[in-house]
């Protein structure tokens, strides 16, 4: 009698591993989502962290005009340069008041799952960027 598999039962075996990975793809990437929209939303509260702490200790230097995620981080408020990864600071004004608006650029992740974890973030009218605000001390 011959050792081995019979074309049939490979057959069957690809099956088996097709329809698990059918089962199991979907749910890997919403993970991956989550995870994404997890990791902006860290990025979104570090970064309205720093700006009110280096409003406070350095509210003369920040220009408000230039890039103020680079100032943030030539002033080592944060670790990593956000603006690269698709981060703004800008300063809005409305109704009066002024805000630093975070801005994420990028197109890559969901509001609703960003809103899950940081309920404050809103999406600008015409869908180009999520945003936070911060009071401008």
């Known amino acids: 009698m011959k050792k ?80 690269k990864r698709g981060y703004e600071i800008v300063v809005v004004n409305d109704a009066g008041n002024e805000y630093y608006e975070i801005r994420y650029k990028n197109q890559d992740v969901e509001i609703t799952y960003v809103k899950n974890i940081l309920p404050d973030v809103k999406e600008d009218s015409g869908g180009n960027y999520i945003y936070l605000r911060v009071p401008r001390i």
């Open 4 to 83: 081995g598999f019979t074309l049939i039962e490979l057959l069957i075996v690809l099956a088996i591993i097709s329809a698990l990975l059918a089962v199991a793809t979907p749910t890997a990437m919403n993970a991956v989502k989550k995870a994404k929209a997890t990791q902006v939303a860290a990025n979104l509260r570090n970064l309205s962290v720093a700006i009110n702490e280096a409003a406070l200790l350095y509210a003369d230097t920040l220009d408000a005009s230039g890039n103020i995620v680079e100032q943030l981080y030539d002033l080592n408020f944060i670790d990593v340069d956000l603006s």
